[in-house]
């Protein structure tokens, strides 16, 4: 998994567990996709590129709360860059996910479980919340 990656996923998890409204993150298309991932599962309120014309652009995201509680408390990193770890398609279907959302790198871009379900496809675990 990549640094920029892990970075912006600890930023996430920091910030809800200090009970902060918004963040920066400095900008990269890598994040973007996770960030429309994020956005569509619920998991975050809102994210905007700030100052994409000059030579710094960053990423506001804002964060989603339900009754004062953060709802990104619980994300856990499953694959880190010295142990990347994968799951094949039948391997997803013993994951429950009742509650959980496991997100997987594919060759389609990132994914919930749900999705690769629906692709049959497998790919590279990264967290799950």
């Known amino acids: 998994m990549n ?12 910030t809800s567990i200090a009970g902060k409204e918004f963040f920066y993150v400095p ?12 956005y569509d599962e619920g998991l975050i309120q809102s994210f905007k590129v700030i100052d994409s014309l ?3 652009p960053r990423i506001k995201i804002v964060l989603r709360y339900n009754f004062g ?5 619980n994300l856990s990193l ?7 770890r994968y799951l ?3 391997d997803l279907y013993k994951v429950k996910e009742d509650k959980k959302i496991v997100v ?26």
Not at 104 to 122: A, E, H, P
């Open 3 to 14: 640094n920029v990656l892990i970075n912006l996923l600890i930023n996430i998890k920091n």
């Open 27 to 38: 900008y990269n298309k890598l994040c973007l996709k996770m960030l429309n991932l994020l």
């Open 54 to 56: 000059s030579d710094n």
């Open 69 to 73: 509680k953060s709802i990104v408390r």
């Open 78 to 84: 499953i694959s880190r860059p010295s142990d990347l």
């Open 88 to 90: 094949k398609l039948k």
């Open 104 to 129: 997987l790198s594919t060759s389609r871009g990132f994914l919930t479980g749900l999705n690769c379900k629906r692709f049959k496809i497998g790919g590279k675990i990264l967290f799950t919340c």
